[in-house]
């Protein structure tokens, strides 16, 4: 489960990565479709970099060959 939550996110991240390419082309700066789009990839970011130190901290992830304790 949680690999499929992980998973989610990076397709989320990457569709806004390629969604602000897209607009970036299309738009030629004429709206902040592009800006918008990059800032919710880089909450989204922000976010499962958070996730994942939460998941660790509570020893609901586990990594591997990386001694926490």
């Given amino acids: 489960m949680k690999t499929l ?3 989610g996110f990076f397709c989320l991240i990457g569709y806004n ?3 602000g390419l897209y607009y970036m082309l299309t738009d030629k700066g004429s709206t902040q479709r592009t800006v918008n789009a990059l800032t919710k990839r880089i909450a989204l970011s922000v976010l499962l970099i958070g996730l994942i130190g ?3 901290a509570t020893d609901f ?3 591997h ?4 304790r």
């Fill in 5 to 7: 939550l992980i998973l």
């Fill in 17 to 19: 990565l390629f969604a």
């Fill in 54 to 56: 939460l998941g660790i």
């Fill in 61 to 63: 992830i586990e990594p």
């Fill in 65 to 68: 060959g990386v001694p926490f």
